[in-house]
Structure formats: structure tokens, C-alpha cells
């Protein structure tokens, strides 16, 4: 009988090292309302962004996943050989075929690793970093390279100003690996789910057609529905909302950000809120801002944070981490 | 549940998640043009509506409630058939 595992399955899985990258193309408000009949003060007031980044048109979900993949794995220390699996979160691919992380790992020098795409739309990160911690613990991979890369302006129709002032393109990632014996996991228990009765919600309806969203109904669902699933995150890993250093939910909307985090009960200091700058980048969201989060010294090492992920689908998913 | 009830009621809502003074929720005021109330908002108030009065107000009822009156009358209706 072989063994059922490649590596010796682990006691709990952590994030090493985070990376994230935002094309250069800064979009704000005012070059919105030259295009769409809007305003800057009515972006700021309905979404709360203020600018976002748009993806050259040459520039696709695999490049994005590759700079902020490469940011994640130089951040760790390990080599490109040490990675066993690639996985990339994604709703936005150019096309189905062929899969992004396959491509991806190939151009970051990462020999033949497992390497999928996971779509479960804004919620993708959370479930992809669920998976791999998965993986790690059970020993069917040592490392992996977690990534959310969204070309959400490829789906979006510019004189849509339902979806164009919201939606906006970037990747983040994260390197997971396992801790020493004796540790406490770093990627606690996924409490994750999905609301197909409302996925019709959210959607592109055929490969001609442009994204829509009925921003009411959605509101609704993800203010109502989602600060629940956050508390058992938190009860599931042992860690009381009080002691969270960063509740950091995708950034769909800033509106829907505050009114999860109040009903939560975070104070308002310690929630993200990366999409000022950033937009609605779906999978890419919650590692672009922990990225950057971590990057400006906002997160103190070794402290627990709420990952909260939801949208289309309508799939939801989140996790406490321990900040690397 | 008296009108009066649930407008002071109203009022509250609005004041705590519009920053709307509450004596200002009066019955002929409309959310949107009087009272500077969005959309995103109008769900809000929807949602905390159902909190406090235990009355539903799905999205395709509350595109047509305009005025504060309109939401007093809705609870209402709803509330005693729900009784």
C-alpha cells in the first residue's frame, strides 16, 4: 500500500507571506463622469471609491497573478521548487481554457505543480486559502500559492453606470505552508456557503453579454445575511470578535463594509477599507488589502484577522488568519 | 401598533442610520427628495423596519413606498394581518 499523502500531513496551516498589484492605469471618479452621467460625489457617496486601477487592454488575469504571485513568493523565502500547488481564484479569465494557474506557475518557475482555477466570484480567495490549508494539513501539498487575479473591466459595460464606477481590476496573493509541531494553526476553520435560490442576482447572462447586478437585492443579502457567517468564523477559530486586529470582508461596496462591520461590531479603525483606492476587484480584494495592509504596518504580526468573502453565486466563505 | 407609534418608531431608524433627525420623519416628507435618502439607505430602513416592527418589506414593495406616510401605512397594513 502507498501512502495516501506526498508530504507528512501537518498540524494546522498559516499564511507565510502576502503580495498584491494594482495595474498602473488610476481611474478616479471624474474621468468616470466624462463617459456615464455621474459624479464623484455620488460614487463617493453610494460606493465609497475614490480611484481604481484598470488593466491595459494587453494585460490579463494571468499577468496580474504572476506579479502579485511573484511579490507573495519572493516575501517568503522559498524557492519556486518548494511551491506543490498554484491555485488561482478567478471569475474574470479571458477564457476558460486554458486555466490560469497552469500558466501562471510556469512563468513564476514553479515546475509541474497541482495547479487549478477556482471560481466561486468574490468569495474565491477565502475558498481557495480554505482549500490549501486543506492540502497542507492533509499532506497532499508542503506550500501553496494562493492567488485572487480579477480582469473584472473585461465584463463590465463602460457606459453601464450600475457596474462601471464599482468594478475594477487587480490580484493579491498568499503563499500557505504548514506550522511547526506544536504551533496553532495560522488558517482557522472555513465556515463557507451558498444562496443559489438568489444567484440569479449577479451575472454575465452569455459570452456576448456584459455583467449586471441587482445592487437592492444584493445590499440586502450581503448586509443581512453575512454578519453571521463572520461570528461563527470567529467562534469556530476560539477568537472573540473584541480580540480581531483587521476584519478584512471583500470590498464589494464601502457601504456594505461599514454596515457588516457595525453590525459585527469592529470598530471602525480595524476594517479594511482598501476599495477607496482600489475598487471592486472580486477575488482579489481581501489579499490586495491584507497586502497592503501589512505592507503599511497597519497589521501587527501574529495577530488574528477576520477574512470575510461573498458574492456571486450567491457563495460566501470565511476564516480567522493569523497575520504573517 | 398605533400610527403614532410606528412613525416615532420610523424616526428612529432614520436617525440612526441616515443621521436624519427624527423629528423631522414627518408623514408627507419624501426619502429621497426631502429627506436626502438613497436608495442603498431605503434598505437599511427596510431591514430595521423588520427589526423593530416585525414587518417585511421586500425590495419590489419598497421602490413604491415614496413618502414616510407610505412606509406608516405599509407596517401598518402588514402588521395587523400579521396579528
Redesign the interface.
Known amino acids: 500500500m502507498t501512502p495516501l499523502h506526498s508530504f507528512p500531513p501537518a498540524p494546522g496551516a498559516r499564511i507565510i507571506s502576502l503580495g498584491g498589484y494594482q495595474p498602473g492605469n488610476v481611474v478616479t471618479n471624474d474621468d468616470l463622469a466624462a463617459q456615464v452621467d455621474t459624479s464623484d460625489e455620488w460614487i463617493r457617496?453610494?460606493v465609497g471609491i475614490i480611484s481604481r486601477r484598470f488593466a491595459g487592454p494587453d494585460e490579463s488575469v494571468a499577468d496580474m497573478a504572476v506579479v502579485a504571485g511573484g511579490k507573495a513568493l519572493a516575501g517568503s523565502g522559498l524557492a519556486p521548487a518548494d511551491i506543490d500547488l498554484v491555485i488561482v481564484a478567478s471569475c474574470s479569465a479571458e477564457a476558460p481554457i486554458p486555466n490560469a494557474s497552469a500558466i501562471v506557475a510556469h512563468r513564476l518557475g514553479i515546475g509541474a505543480p497541482g495547479a487549478y482555477d477556482l471560481n466561486a466570484a468574490c468569495a474565491g480567495f477565502c475558498y481557495a486559502l480554505a482549500n490549501a490549508a486543506d492540502a497542507v494539513r492533509a499532506g497532499t501539498a508542503r506550500h501553496v500559492l494562493v492567488i485572487g487575479s480579477e480582469k473584472m473591466t473585461a465584463w463590465i459595460d463602460p457606459h453601464d453606470r450600475s457596474t462601471c464606477i464599482i468594478f475594477a481590476d487587480g490580484a493579491g496573493a498568499a503563499v500557505v505552508g504548514p506550522v511547526a509541531d506544536g504551533e496553532p494553526a495560522g488558517i482557522g476553520p472555513v465556515v463557507w456557503g451558498s444562496a443559489g435560490d438568489l444567484a440569479a442576482k449577479i451575472g454575465i447572462p452569455d459570452r456576448h453579454s456584459y455583467m449586471y447586478q441587482?445592487?437592492?437585492?444584493v445590499?440586502?443579502w450581503a448586509?443581512?445575511a453575512m454578519h453571521p457567517i463572520a461570528i461563527q468564523a470567529c467562534e469556530r477559530a476560539g477568537v472573540a470578535v473584541s480580540d480581531l486586529s483587521a476584519f478584512v470582508p471583500h470590498q464589494a461596496?464601502l457601504?456594505i463594509v461599514e454596515?457588516i462591520a457595525r453590525r459585527l461590531g469592529v470598530p471602525r479603525e480595524r476594517v479594511a477599507d482598501d476599495i477607496v483606492h482600489a475598487g471592486n476587484t472580486s477575488s482579489a480584494s481581501i489579499p490586495l488589502a491584507l497586502a497592503r495592509m501589512t505592507e503599511r504596518g497597519d497589521l501587527k504580526s501574529g495577530s488574528p484577522a477576520l477574512l470575510l468573502g461573498f458574492g456571486a453565486g450567491m457563495c460566501y466563505a470565511a476564516q480567522v488568519i493569523t497575520v504573517p | 401598533m398605533t400610527e403614532q407609534e410606528i412613525l416615532a418608531g420610523l424616526g428612529e431608524i432614520v436617525e440612526e442610520i441616515a443621521g436624519v433627525p427624527a423629528d423631522e420623519v414627518t408623514p408627507n416628507k419624501s426619502f429621497v427628495d426631502d429627506l436626502d435618502i438613497d436608495s442603498l439607505s431605503m434598505v437599511e430602513i427596510a431591514v430595521a423596519a423588520q427589526d423593530k416592527f416585525g414587518v417585511e418589506i421586500p425590495d419590489d414593495q419598497l421602490k413604491d413606498l415614496t413618502t414616510v406616510q407610505d412606509v406608516v401605512n405599509y407596517v401598518a397594513k402588514n402588521a395587523q394581518n400579521s396579528e
Request: aromatic fraction near 8%; charge should be positive.
Open positions: 457617496s453610494r441587482e445592487g437592492q437585492a445590499f440586502r448586509t443581512t461596496n457601504r454596515a
